[in-house]
């Protein structure tokens, strides 16, 4: 199994920046890929960057390419997603998430942490 907790979400103006955080335990090494989703209230959960963990290949969703960032420290096994240039739109609770298949497909991620509000305000 593997486990993941999210840190580093809270409330910040438009045009300001987050830093959130994700520290996996358990089964790190059998880790594929990882991610970070959002979900806004009555909308579904969309994958918002995702990083192969041996190659660092990188996706990022249309929506927040060039704002934000999505990097790893294997050895701390640790995901971050930089978040700058945040517009109200961005609001929602963010999920990290780890994929044990070989894939980065985002329908494929079964393990997910509990979550990490983001609120930006304009």
């Known amino acids: 199994q593997v486990q993941l907790v999210e840190s580093g979400g809270g409330s910040v103006q438009a045009g300001g920046s987050l830093r959130l955080s994700c520290a996996a335990s358990?089964?790190?090494?059998?880790?594929?890929?990882m991610g970070w989703f959002r979900q806004a209230p009555g909308k579904e959960r969309e994958a918002v960057a995702l990083?192969?963990?041996?190659?660092?290949?990188?996706y990022y969703a249309n929506s927040v390419k060039g704002r934000f960032t999505i990097s790893q420290d294997n050895a701390e096994n640790t995901l971050y997603l930089q978040m700058n240039s945040l517009d109200p739109e961005d609001t929602a609770m963010y999920y990290c998430?780890?994929?044990?298949?070989?894939?980065?497909?985002?329908?494929?991620?079964?393990?997910y942490g509990q979550g990490t509000q983001v609120t930006v305000s304009s």
């Open positions: 990083i192969s963990t041996g190659g660092g290949r990188t």
């Open positions: 998430a780890a994929n044990t298949k070989a894939t980065c497909h985002a329908n494929d991620f079964v393990h």
């Open positions: 358990g089964y790190t090494y059998s880790i594929y890929c």
